[in-house]
């Protein structure tokens, strides 16, 4: 009887919540309650004097209840020195305060704070507490289901603070950035759903941008990427940033995201 209602959860969410899992960014709805997930996010990108820059942030993800989710994650990059460190943190949390409900669509609004601690050199003017950055992040974001198509988008303010204990944030620069991104996907597979075990496909495009408060520079950033959800638990993303503009100093704009992660429903009572 258990199996059959936890079925039963899935195929009725399974459409709400699989096109509103960007790749690069979090959209308003939270994991399902009472479930942990784990996420492993590989980034790749070269750098301008042809160095690739690998970074691992490994992440554990937990659904308090309905309203609230928190994540844990490291950072883990060959930046420094070449060989693999480990060079910070984070904690993350989200709160749902809205949700309209209908027949295949919903909108969904939250608020998210991030605190992030770094002992990596600061070698750019971009700010970016999820691997570069010691610092904050407060945000708000909206998201909008209409049947297969999900649209999100938020805006945020990100504050960077020293890279103790050998690091600090530069006088000459902007501390301080407001956030925005634009995310759109679709539920491109299955045509017809009829069970939790079919594979998902979504396909997804995301515009991600920083204007800096104190000297008005700025960047903009697309982000393609295809994702697939095996069996409602287990996801692969694979996605590709490209800078479309920037006047800002940024080391490693363009490269590549590849992520796994897996849900385990129920694991709180």
Do not use: C
Not at 62 to 72: L, P, Q, R, S, Y
Not at 101 to 121: E, I, Q, V
């Amino acid at each position: 009887m258990r199996k059959i209602v936890l079925i039963a959860f899935m195929l009725m969410h399974l459409n709400s919540f699989t096109q509103e899992l960007f790749v690069f960014t979090e959209p308003a709805s939270n994991m399902p309650a009472k479930s942990l997930g784990l996420r492993d996010m590989n980034g790749f990108f070269l750098e301008k004097d042809g160095k690739l820059n690998y970074h691992n942030m490994p992440e554990l993800m937990w659904g308090i209840n309905k309203e609230w989710m928190v994540h844990a994650q490291g950072f883990i990059s060959n930046r420094q020195d070449g060989g693999f460190e480990t060079e910070g943190g984070s904690v993350y949390a989200k709160y749902r305060f809205f949700s309209k409900d209908a027949l295949k669509k919903h909108f969904r609004m939250a608020l998210y704070g991030r605190y992030s601690f770094n002992k990596a050199d600061i070698h750019q003017q971009e700010i970016e507490t999820m691997g570069h950055n010691s610092g904050y992040e407060a945000g708000f974001i909206a998201t909008q289901l209409l049947h297969k198509v999900a649209i999100s988008s938020s805006i945020s303010y990100e504050r960077a603070l020293d890279n103790k204990p050998n690091y600090k944030f530069p006088s000459t620069e902007s501390n301080s950035a407001m956030n925005y991104t634009l995310s759109a996907g679709k539920l491109m597979l299955p045509k017809v759903y009829t069970s939790y075990k079919q594979v998902n496909m979504n396909l997804m495009l995301e515009f991600i941008g920083q204007r800096l408060n104190d000297n008005q520079k700025s960047f903009l950033d697309i982000a393609p990427s295809v994702q697939f959800i095996f069996n409602s638990q287990a996801r692969v993303d694979i996605g590709y940033r490209r800078q479309l503009y920037s006047t800002m100093d940024r080391t490693a704009p363009n490269g590549i995201v590849l992520k796994f992660e897996y849900l385990l429903f129920n694991v709180f009572r």
